[in-house]
């Protein structure tokens, strides 16, 4: 018998003679696709209008979450992009006022997803002709902060202590921002609880560019200028920055600081503006970068040409700070060497007999209250801070160089001027760490004041820091004429009678401090000898114990001072003048009345 083949299975597509599918099969798949197509733009064309109605609505959600009520006039949504762009929004408090916050224009990039949900997030957010206002009434009081304090409030139940971060540090920044840019915002102050009221208009431009870009460098930049009492502040740098390494240039300035139009506030202080305008600027570099083993990071930091004058003249200036970082990680810092080079400062003492520095007079504070209060209760102590187990501060060396610290005085009675001058200051080996209470460090100086003493030397350690510190050593001063304070001395009707003094002296000051703040200490002063050349002017021990001070109720009280062993050297010359501890009293200039005229 013989099977009958089975028919041929027909083929998927229906093909014509030369291979090509035939029309029908094309138009179906062609309806497919059209299909397809459609469907996805009306579930475009659904989600572009829920976003319509959505994004108003979880602004106004966000803006009354902190009792503040967000409106604008114009509203308007990409199609492709589901960027929204707002025109003239205005932030004013819920209740209804001045708004806080006025935009020209906003543009964000909106999270759809989040949006769904019921939240409002923006990747990416542009700013233009932004305006806020802040006003702190007669009162003290900041409507402001008073609507934003109730959504800020901190919940009743203390939340969980957090975990310490595990891992080693992290460079990268978490986002990526190809452009920021934030331009004509304007903050408008009004403070009337200052007499008179005090008025400003601060204004900040900033601009960001390719921060965490592997391609392009970052750019960054801050322009801040503060009507009437800051011309400009500016920052500006540059860098690159990827997970292991960071390298930044960077320099900032302030021009046409005008400390007068801060009066109200100073004059609570008692400090009064001389300077018409005060100038500060440095630039710097910094470089991190993870180390091959453990992850954690070295790298160097250096700040150069700090510099400040008061109208045109510096008061204040370094050279250059340099600080090498041998490991920074979670809880360690340790600094291999930190260099700081011809630090300086210069300050004044006024005709008057006021200290005056940095373009400002410094005198009592004597604020004028229009109604009486009754003092404010003194805070609670503050609780014992905990203290991480893990957290090492180290520093090989700390070296200043060259610095001085200079006064000139136009109210002595002969106008001129002191000087300080640091010639080498070493700090070597200091080490704070919760397993190494006991570590000390050794330092070193030598100082001179012309003048006053060719030169001094102090050396010792110190130990203990920071709650129990413990610092002992010797001081050596030689080369003493102490003709340098001749105007000062005059006014005590004495003189400096040295011919070469010199002095030495044992110190040791111990103290600790509680986890309430107050500071209990000690002081002594052992075997303090004073000389000049070969002759012996005194010799003096002194300790001071059971110092108390207590900075939240302002008091310092000292249980004792003994004194022991003192021997002090006095001399009687023949025109009468007695001299002692290297000083001669000035006898009075005698003056003789004229004797009466004889009537003829």
Not at 347 to 361: D, F, I, S
Request: contains cysteine.
């Amino acid at each position: 018998m013989t099977a009958t083949p089975a028919p041929p299975t027909p083929p998927a597509f229906t093909l014509a003679p030369d291979g090509r599918t035939l029309p029908g099969r094309r138009r179906r798949w062609r309806r497919r696709v059209l299909w397809i197509l459609a469907i996805g733009f009306g579930l475009l064309l659904l989600l572009r209008a829920s976003v319509d109605r959505l994004l108003p609505w979880a602004l106004a959600k966000a803006a009354k979450a902190y009792n503040l009520n967000a409106s604008y006039e114009r509203l308007y949504i990409t199609f492709l992009g589901l960027d929204a762009e707002l025109w003239h929004l205005k932030i004013a408090p819920l209740g209804g006022g001045e708004p806080i916050i006025d935009a020209e224009y906003c543009r964000a990039d909106v999270s759809v997803f989040d949006l769904l949900r019921g939240r409002l997030r923006a990747c990416r957010l542009e700013i233009d002709g932004l305006d806020v206002r802040i006003v702190r009434e007669a009162d003290g009081r900041i409507a402001v902060l008073d609507s934003l304090m109730p959504a800020a409030a901190p919940p009743a139940v203390p939340a969980p202590e957090a975990k310490p971060a595990e891992g080693p540090i992290e460079i990268a920044p978490p986002l990526a921002i190809d452009a920021l840019r934030l331009q004509n915002v304007r903050v408008a102050l009004r403070d009337a609880h200052v007499t008179p009221a005090f008025e400003a208009v601060l204004a900040v431009n900033v601009h960001l560019s390719d921060l965490g870009s592997a391609a392009r460098p970052l750019r960054f930049g801050l322009d801040f200028n503060a009507s009437p009492f800051l011309d400009v502040l500016r920052v500006e740098g540059s860098g690159r920055v990827d997970r292991d390494a960071l390298r930044t240039e960077f320099s900032a300035a302030v021009e046409g600081l005008r400390a007068g139009a801060l009066e109200a506030y100073l004059a609570a202080l008692g400090i009064r503006p001389r300077a018409h305008a005060i100038a500060f600027g440095l630039r710097g570099t910094a470089a991190l970068a993870r180390r091959a083993e453990g992850g954690a990071l070295a790298g160097e930091l250096s700040l150069e040409a700090i510099r400040a004058a008061a109208d045109g003249g510096e008061f204040a200036g370094v050279d250059r700070v340099s600080a090498r970082i041998e490991e920074l990680d979670r809880g360690v810092l340790r600094f291999g060497s930190v260099l700081v080079e011809r630090p300086r400062l210069l300050g004044e003492r006024t005709a008057g007999g006021r200290l005056a520095v940095a373009g400002m007079e410094l005198g009592e504070a004597a604020p004028e209250r229009s109604e009486e209060q009754p003092p404010p209760a003194a805070p609670p102590p503050p609780a014992p801070a905990a203290v991480s187990a893990a957290a090492v501060l180290a520093l090989g060396e700390l070296a200043v160089k060259e610095g001085r610290v200079e006064l000139r005085d136009e109210g002595a009675a002969e106008p001129g001027g002191l000087a300080l001058v640091l010639e080498k200051f070493v700090l070597r080996d200091l080490v704070i760490a919760p397993d190494r209470p006991g570590a000390a460090a050794a330092f070193e100086a030598q100082l001179a004041a012309p003048g006053v003493f060719k030169n001094a030397s102090v050396a010792g350690t110190v130990a203990g820091l920071p709650l129990h510190p413990l610092l002992e050593g010797t001081a050596r001063g030689s080369g003493i004429p102490g003709q340098a304070l001749r105007p000062y001395l005059a006014a005590a009707g004495v003189e400096p009678a040295f011919t070469d003094g010199s002095l030495e002296a044992g110190f040791r000051l111990a103290a600790d401090v509680s986890p309430d703040g107050k500071v209990r200490a000690e002081l002594q002063l052992s075997d303090a000898q004073l000389r000049d050349g070969g002759d012996e002017l005194a010799r003096i021990g002194l300790e001071v114990s059971d110092v108390l001070f207590d900075p939240l109720n302002p008091t310092l009280r000292i249980a004792s001072i003994d004194v022991r062993g003192p021997r002090v050297k006095a001399r009687l010359d023949e025109a009468g003048s007695l001299a002692f501890l290297g000083l001669r009293t000035v006898k009075p200039v005698s003056y003789t009345h004229p004797e009466p005229t004889r009537p003829y």
